[in-house]
């Protein structure tokens, strides 16, 4: 059965199931198809907007496309409201990608059970409600204290020893490092191992045999630190599923499945951040606007955040779990369906002059944290560093600026999420 979707927010239609599914190879139904197109990682510098997926937004809001690893091609939604859709309905799974080899970005393919990410309704509510207190808004207003705390010792550091500084080292990295650890409950003499892994895992320059590694590593740590942990009354992420294993509430396997993506989201923190820091030191206007009216930075950081680009081609694919229309197109039962969030964020039909930074864009629905079901875990506690990052660079050093030109930067290549690798500057 084929049924069409209305691209309006909101749009829901109950979930029919196919039975059988086992992928779908065959030539698509209705108009022509549009061309495979080959989307190759690129290691772009700077804030460039990748290339390639711009063309493809202009060739058409449904094109199909195909990454460096797996098997055979997916469809590329870019339009917002579709990316919208496709994110919040049951008829686009994750769990069946588990069961397939889709055409992907990364080298290594190994999900574990346990992933939220790659959990549908209602296992995916069920393995969400261990750790959802660890994240609430009123467990990072607690948090607060200790993570101003985290920076103000970081800072104080750079302020002593005097320009220039590479805020990334210095700042960037050990904080986001520091404060996820808090929040997962990493003891203090295991968070550089931890660190080490989580970065070898979104690196691609080592192959999938040293991210296989890491992964190897760093979960049997966590399965043991869960075990540790089962009679523990503290409120850190580790504790909360070593709790819920011990109730029965989820498993062992599913709770190391769960953790280990929480415990690499730091690393995103760290690059976004490095790009909004980047985008204010090489954009004057922005940076007097942001030291003139410290009570609206929030709208400016708003806007930085729907318009940098947070990762390298897109992140991870659904299934098609039955026949869809959408935008003209046919997309059959068993098609793999990648959305891209960076596309999204710059649709003119709800980002007017979209390639613009306007830190007056109001309103400013942008999607950098996600959508639907898997909108990101840590996007309170990710709003909440970037926010505290900004004040106070800005705030306690006067005059910051960039001690290279801004072609001198190094960024970093061969990697899933974008970012420069160092930030020199001066004050």
Known sequence: MTQEISALPGGNPPPVRVKGLAGHTGPVAGPTPPPVREWPPLDLDGTEFDPVLADLMREGPLTRIRLPFGEGWAWLATRYEDVKLITNDPRFSRAEVTRRQVTRVAPSFAPRPGSLAWADQPDHNRLRKPVARAFTVGAMKRLRPRAQEILDELVDGVVRDGPPADLIERVLVPFPVAVVSEVMGVPAADRARVHAWTRRIISTSGGAETADRAKKDMYAWIAQTI?????????????????????????????????????????????????????LLTRPELMER????????????????????????????????????????????????????????????????????????????????????????????????TELLTDALLDRLPGLRLAVPPERVEWRHRTLIRGPRTLPVTW
């Open 290 to 385: 942001m030291r003139a009216r410290p009570e609206a930075r929030g709208t400016v950081l708003d806007e930085l955040l729907r318009h940098i680009p947070h990762r390298s081609s897109v992140g991870l694919a659904r299934i098609a779990l039955e026949d869809v229309r959408l935008g003209g197109r046919l997309i059959a039962a068993g098609d793999p369906v990648y959305v891209s969030y960076l596309a999204a964020n710059r649709d003119p039909d709800v980002f007017p002059d979209p390639d613009r930074i306007d830190p007056d864009r109001d309103p400013n629905p942008h999607l950098a944290f996600g959508n639907g079901p898997h909108y990101c875990t840590g996007a309170v506690l990710a709003r909440l560093q």
């Open 227 to 279: 075990r540790d942990r089962a009679r523990s009354t503290d409120d850190d992420v580790y504790s909360l599923l070593g709790v819920a294993v011990a109730a029965g509430r989820i498993g062992e396997e599913e709770a190391v499945g769960l953790a280990g993506p929480l415990q690499i989201g730091g690393e995103a923190v760290t690059h976004n951040c490095g790009q909004m820091l980047f985008l």
